[in-house]
């Protein structure tokens, strides 16, 4: 069992920055893939970003070149940085670890609430 504890979220303008943070109750070195996805109200739950224990990142689209997703191995915590942030950010975000063995296993935190607004 995985347990995830996310912070960092709250409210921000438009333009602005947050950093998420999620700390996991195991070794992260030994989940295969850590992730952060989104939901806004009326929407599907969409990807953000993720990272794999071997440091292969994927971003959905509508993040690149505003949000970077980082690990601390030590610290077993990853981390979302979100800069330029718009009204449709808005969404409660979600942290994710998936283990891939022996068959795929999904965790997840409980939210966080990121609002952009002026």
């Given at each position: 069992?995985?347990?995830?504890v ?58 690149k ?41 999904d ?12």
């Amino acid at each position: 069992q995985v347990q995830l504890v996310e912070s960092g979220g709250g409210l921000v303008q438009p333009g602005g920055s947050l950093r998420l943070s999620c700390a996991a109750s195991v070794n992260i070195f030994s989940i295969n893939v850590m992730g952060w996805y989104r939901q806004a109200p009326g929407k599907q739950r969409e990807l953000v970003a993720s990272i794999t224990n071997g440091d292969r990142i994927n971003y959905g689209d509508s993040v690149k070149g505003r949000f970077t997703i980082s690990r601390d191995n030590a610290k077993n915590t990853v981390f979302l940085q979100m800069n330029s942030l718009e009204p449709e950010d808005t969404a409660v975000y979600y942290c994710n670890a998936q283990r891939l063995f022996p068959e795929r296993r999904d965790f997840w935190g409980q939210g966080t609430q990121v609002t952009v607004s002026s």
